[in-house]
Nanobody
Framework: QVQLVESGGGLVQPGNSLRLSCLASGSTFSNYGMGWFRQVPGKEREFVASVSWSAYVSNYADSVKGRFTISRDNTKNTVYLQMTSLKPEDTAVYYC?????????????????WGQGTLVTVSS
């Protein structure tokens, strides 16, 4: 069973950047696509970005396209989310997720393991 541990969240001012990391253990990391989702209280968890097993394919939500970049290092069992030009509406708990397949899915159902989440707060 895979374990996912996110890190890198915190308080950041609008317009600044932050990088989230997710360390995976307990499974062959390079066999799966990986993703990032986020959730605010009272709302459904929403897709942010995903990357295929080889990092050859990535997908982004329209709200973050051009500002966020997902990447992965299979030698370190880690997936990253580089966030730039942050906005207050990016404030949420960010979750790392393991895909069911090699591909980069977008739906919640395409992922079967989740981390505990890391809080990102964008505020002046």
């Amino acid at each position: 069973q895979v374990q996912l541990v996110e890190s890198g969240g915190g308080l950041v001012q609008p317009g600044n950047s932050l990088r989230l990391s997710c360390l995976a253990s307990g499974s062959t990391f390079s066999n799966y696509g990986m993703g990032w989702f986020r959730q605010v209280p009272g709302k459904e968890r929403e897709f942010v970005a995903s990357v295929s097993w080889s990092a050859y394919v990535s997908n982004y939500a329209d709200s973050v396209k051009g500002r966020f970049t997902i990447s992965r290092d299979n030698t370190k069992n880690t997936v990253y989310l580089q966030m730039t030009s942050l906005k207050p509406e990016d404030t949420a708990v960010y979750y790392c997720a393991k895909g069911r397949t090699l591909l980069a899915g977008r739906e919640l159902s395409a992922f079967d393991s989740w981390g505990q989440g890391t809080l990102v707060t964008v505020s002046s």
